[in-house]
């Protein structure tokens, strides 16, 4: 039966290019329509998790014809791809970055720094979950730690095996509110997702005992719905984090050292040297680490090399490309002398 009536669905998962949407009468599955394939330009333009969609049934087939405009959309740049990017979410309302308390994929300054990139580019607001609390006796002061990272974030340890912080994760999914788990394979996300549903949606694999590292369990993301009306979607784990970011974004995560920065004398300092640099100041007097410093002027380069990309219709991009990441790794060793020689 055909459809003339536009209807509005919420994508629930995605497959490739099928996709599941919630219907008024249950889950169905749903395709894209060849005319708005044509419209396409990019990977954003496609549906993903949280997208509220524009379809119509055709004999049976629900056709999605176009996206509703996204209040947020939590993406990274795609693995091995200079370019592309790939989207996680759409439409959520916290972006939850999981890390792991156990000894095998553990807590990371550096790690963490780059997923809150992903979390302040996505529009949504970030909260930081250290899971596994049951496994790691020092637990408090790894939260300590992460305070010192995560600047005015609220920081959640909890563990979902024996349930110790799940209600404090609960209060952000009240009144229809959306989350997504983003972090590395192993964490516990899956598990986390199960213990939020109080039943085994997700399949989990235990740790492996010759390191302790948990398993890659989802393939897939999936939009489930909570006992408070709330939503959260389960990812699967990112191998390779490299933000799909803007310059704020990493400045909201360095935010002790773009504050300082625009006390530099040139508007255009890069930090590395130059007269008159106030981060550099502060780097000597002890009050950025080194270890901060250097991670926030890769992640800088690293943005500019992207850009630098996107907008390269030359033909030699890959070569330059290349050349940039060479100069890059150089750059990155002359910094490190540099911070040496700042702290003599």
Known sequence: MYSNNLQTYRVIERNANRYKVQTPDGIRTAQLKGSFVH??????????????????DDNNIILI????????????KASGEATVQQTIAANVDYTFIVMGLDGGRNYSDRLLERLLTVAWNSGA?????LNKSDLNED?????????????????????????????????????????????????GKSTLTNTLLQYQAQKTNGLRLQDMRGRHTTSSSYLFELENGGFIVDT?????????????????????ISLVAQDCK???????????????KELEAGNITPERY??????????????????DKNSNV???????????????????????????
Not at 125 to 129: A, G, H, K, M
Not at 236 to 256: L, P, Y
Not at 266 to 280: D, F, I, L, T, W
């Open 294 to 311: 250097d991670s926030y002027l890769n992640l800088k380069q690293e943005h500019a090399f992207l850009e630098r990309r996107k907008n």
């Open 65 to 76: 014809e176009s996206i509703k405009k996204r209040k947020s959309l939590v993406s990274r």
């Open 236 to 256: 699967s784990g990112i191998k390779e984090v490299q933000a799909w970011a803007n310059g704020n974004d990493i400045d909201s995560v360095f935010e002790e």
């Open 139 to 187: 637990a408090e002061l790894v939260q300590m730690q992460a305070e010192t990272i995560a600047l005015g974030i609220d920081i959640i340890t909890c563990s979902a095996l024996d349930g110790t912080g799940i209600n404090d994760v609960m209060t952000y999914l009240a009144n229809g509110k959306v989350g997504v788990f983003i972090g590395p394979s192993g964490v």
């Open 125 to 129: 607001t970030p909260v930081v979950i």
């Open 266 to 280: 040139y508007r255009n300092c890069q930090h590395e040297g130059e007269p008159g640099c106030a981060v550099q």
């Open 318 to 344: 890959e070569r330059r490309y290349d050349k940039d990441m060479s100069k890059l790794i150089k750059t990155s060793l002359s910094r490190k002398e540099l911070v040496r020689q700042a702290m003599r």
């Open 39 to 56: 419209l396409i330009q990019d990977k954003q333009g496609y549906p993903c998790v949280g997208d509220w969609i524009e379809a119509r």
